[in-house]
């Protein structure tokens, strides 16, 4: 089963990240627009982070062995990225529109799995 491969799990979700990035660099007025009344600064820099968060994951991803200790830190990253979506989405509920709700929470539920996938791939690493 591929997603239980930590090595899978983790460049999918440096492939996501990337993507996610990229189109907040790239596109950063139109998402804005599209979530509300956001500045598009902010969607920038959130973009430039992930970037790089995508670069440090498709390294770690690409180890041999993959570090245990570095891919619980970014499933770890994942969890809290998750948790925190309903603590943005309250606090940030001013300025989202209906859109910018649902892109959220789409986003967070695609963070949700990766962090499941990378877990469970942690979790058969072990057992090996």
Same mark, same amino acid.
């Given at each position: 089963?591929?997603?239980?491969?930590?090595?899978?799990?983790?460049?999918?979700?440096?492939?996501?990240?990337? =993507?996610?990035?990229?189109?907040?660099?790239?596109?950063?007025?139109?998402?804005?627009?599209? /979530? !509300?009344?956001?500045?598009?600064?902010?969607? /920038?820099?959130? !973009?430039? !982070?992930? %970037?790089?968060?995508?670069?440090?994951?498709?390294?770690?991803?690409?180890?041999?062995? *993959?570090?245990? %200790?570095?891919?619980? /830190? *970014?499933?770890? +990253?994942?969890?809290?990225?998750?948790?925190?979506?309903?603590?943005? /989405? *309250?606090? +940030?509920?001013?300025?989202?529109?209906?859109? !910018?709700? =649902?892109?959220?929470?789409?986003?967070? %539920?695609?963070? +949700?799995?990766?962090?499941?996938?990378?877990?469970?791939?942690?979790?058969?690493?072990?057992?090996?």
């Amino acid at each position: 089963m591929p997603w239980t491969s930590l090595k899978t799990a983790l460049l999918f979700n440096a492939v996501f990240s990337a =993507v996610c990035g990229g189109l907040l660099l790239l596109f950063p007025s139109a998402v804005a627009a599209l /979530m !509300g009344d956001f500045n598009p600064l902010i969607l /920038m820099v959130l !973009g430039a !982070g992930l %970037l790089l968060f995508a670069v440090d994951v498709a390294w770690e991803a690409t180890r041999n062995p *993959i570090s245990q %200790l570095l891919a619980k /830190m *970014i499933t770890t +990253a994942d969890v809290a990225w998750v948790l925190a979506t309903p603590v943005v /989405m *309250i606090v +940030a509920a001013p300025w989202l529109s209906f859109w !910018g709700q =649902v892109l959220l929470l789409d986003v967070a %539920l695609l963070v +949700a799995f990766c962090a499941l996938c990378q877990w469970r791939g942690l979790q058969r690493q072990q057992l090996a």
